[in-house]
T-cell receptor
Framework: GQNIDQPTEMTATEGAIVQINCTYQTSGFNGLFWYQQHAGEAPTFLSYNVLDGLEEKGRFSSFLSRSKGYSYLLLKELQMKDSASYLCAVRENEGGATNKLIFGTGTLLAVQP | DAEITQSPRHKITETGRQVTLACHQTWNHNNMFWYRQDLGHGLRLIHYSYGVHDTNKGEVSDGYSVSRSNTEDLPLTLESAASSQTSVYFC???????????????FGPGTRLTVL
C-alpha cells in the first residue's frame, strides 16, 4: 500500500523561502504531484516529478529523490496569497492505466507579514 | 472554455435518504474520479472510472456507487446517507493516454454535503 507523510502546518514570513517536505512509501511509483488548495476552493496543479532532480516553475520548485522516497516543494519570495494548503500526491503504477493518485493529508502554510 | 462542474454546491439531507452528486466535464477526458476531503484525512479516493461503462472502487467506497454512461458525466450516489458521510466531495478528471507526461487531474469546485 501507500503511505504519504507531510507536516501538518508551517508558518513563514512574507518575502522568505519555505520548503515543504513529503516522504512516501509505495509498492509502485509513477510520479509525484504537488497541488495548492486555498480554503474553500478546489486543489490546483502546481508541479510534477517523475525523475530525480529539481523542476523549477517561477517562484515554485519541486524536488524528487526516488531512492529516498522523498520530495519537497520550495516556495521563494513568499507572498500573502501563498497562504494555502499544499498537497503531496503519488501516482500508483497500475500498468496500462496509471492515473490513480494517493494524497497526503496536506500542509497548511500560513504566510505572515 | 472547457471545464468541470459539480452540482449541487451545497446539500443538506437526512440520514437514510438517497443522494446523488453530479459531476460534468467538457474536456472529453476519459478518466474521472471522486474524492472526499475531511480534516485530518486529506483527499481520499471513493470511486474512479477510466472510460464509459468502466468503474472501480477506491479506498473508501463503502456506501457509495457510481455509473459511467457517457464520457462527460460521473454521478456519485449515496445509497442511504449516513452522518459519517458529511464531507466535502470533489470530482476530478484527466486525459488518458494523451495527457502528456504529467497527465494531471483537474478538480471541480466541490460539493459540501451535510447529513443530519
Amino acid at each position: 500500500g501507500q503511505n504519504i507523510d507531510q507536516p501538518t502546518e508551517m508558518t513563514a514570513t512574507e518575502g522568505a523561502i519555505v520548503q515543504i517536505n513529503c516522504t512516501y512509501q509505495t509498492s509502485g511509483f509513477n510520479g509525484l504531484f504537488w497541488y495548492q488548495q486555498h480554503a474553500g476552493e478546489a486543489p490546483t496543479f502546481l508541479s510534477y516529478n517523475v525523475l530525480d532532480g529539481l523542476e523549477e516553475k517561477g517562484r515554485f520548485s519541486s524536488f524528487l529523490s526516488r531512492s529516498k522516497g522523498y520530495s519537497y516543494l520550495l516556495l521563494k519570495e513568499l507572498q500573502m496569497k501563498d497562504s494555502a494548503s499544499y498537497l503531496c500526491a503519488v501516482r500508483e503504477n497500475e500498468g496500462g492505466a496509471t492515473n490513480k493518485l494517493i494524497f497526503g493529508t496536506g500542509t497548511l502554510l500560513a504566510v505572515q507579514p | 472554455d472547457a471545464e468541470i462542474t459539480q452540482s449541487p454546491r451545497h446539500k443538506i439531507t437526512e440520514t437514510g435518504r438517497q443522494v446523488t452528486l453530479a459531476c460534468h466535464q467538457t474536456w472529453n477526458h476519459n478518466n474521472m474520479f471522486w474524492y472526499r476531503q475531511d480534516l485530518g484525512h486529506g483527499l481520499r479516493l471513493i470511486h474512479y472510472s477510466y472510460g464509459v461503462h468502466d468503474t472501480n472502487k477506491g479506498e473508501v467506497s463503502d456506501g457509495y456507487s457510481v455509473s459511467r454512461s457517457n464520457t462527460e458525466d460521473l454521478p456519485l450516489t449515496l445509497e442511504s446517507a449516513a452522518s459519517s458521510q458529511t464531507s466535502v466531495y470533489f470530482c476530478a478528471s484527466s486525459e488518458f493516454p494523451s495527457g502528456g507526461p504529467s497527465n494531471e487531474q483537474f478538480f471541480g469546485p466541490g460539493t459540501r454535503l451535510t447529513v443530519l
